[in-house]
């Protein structure tokens, strides 16, 4: 069967878009309109956002797609979803399905390479207006740190995020981010290589969140975001199979945001590095959850594939609360933990 799609400009296309435009429109002029009394710039240890709102790594793609649904420049900015040395197809399929309160997905590391970026993701993005965030992940320590040394230097680049979640095949396959010497590591290989701004992006999937975030730290990050997916799976009791073809995929969406906001709760406290909060944020409150737990921004993931205007609601549901409370955001980041 082959899948019919509304050609843009069509009046099949025009059903889907008019009401999203009516909405960005709206959206648009509430965060305006709020933004003249509450300030919604955010700087996290020297990187400098517009808005405190970011969409997360591998659920806005490299924004092309979302670019003609609602203004970029409205957005705190964009984490690319990961880039790797060499291109890279990703996990076998199926590779997502839906969860009680969010999703699960075995997305893997596709996607189309260092160079490729380089050549034509990079000069649309720079184009947008909105910082860039690159996301990276490598197999080996050397990897990572040949990516931030290519990535060096470029204009329209604001900062890497270093995806640890992948597997170390220098050490049998384990997970880097769950071991606080091969996260130093990997900082240390990466900062050598680089002065932009540098955020380590933990994962859930550990004992002891704290000790990661500082092993982070001692390697050179100059921002933590967390977390990333929660390793889960899913059994289809009709074939009595894995639903995923790589068996164990990644929680994310709804499910996760309570392990989220503890984790940047105990990260807040150990650390001293501005934090990223994400997982499973929805709307402007549940960002303040994260934002009153210590993060100086949040991120938008899952919550996208549902609505592709939830970071512009979530930036406004932002500036209304803030307007409501009078608390200015630089007050406001890890609140909940005073008094
Ligand atoms: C389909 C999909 C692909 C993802 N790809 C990446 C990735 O390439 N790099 C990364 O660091 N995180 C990746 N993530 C993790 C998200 O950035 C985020 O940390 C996680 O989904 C939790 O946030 P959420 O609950 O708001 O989705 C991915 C998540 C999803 C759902």
Redesign the pocket.
Known sequence: MTRKTAAPGSAAADQWTAPLAARVNRLAAEIGMLSKTVDLHTNLGGLKLPSPVLV????FGFGREYGALLPLSLLGGI?T??VTLEPRAGNRPPR?TETPA??L?S?G?E?PGLDAFLREELPWLRAQGMPVVV?I?GHTIAEYGRLASRLDGHDGISAL?V?V?CPNVERGGMTFGVSPRATEAVMKAVRKETSLPLIC?LTPNVTEITDLAQAAEQGGADVL?L???LLGMAIDVETRRPVIGNTFA?L???A??PV?VRMVWQVRKAVKLSLIG????TSGRDAMEFILAGASAV?????I?RDPLTPLEVTAGIARYLSRTGLKLKEAVGAAHSG
């Open positions: 997360a790594s591998g659920t984490c979803k990961c997502v969010g999703m997905n997305i590391l996607n996301n992940a995020e995806n979640s992006k975001s977390i990333n997916t990644g994310s969406g709804p996760i945001r989220a994400l997982g499973g944020i991120a938008v993931g899952s919550a594939f």
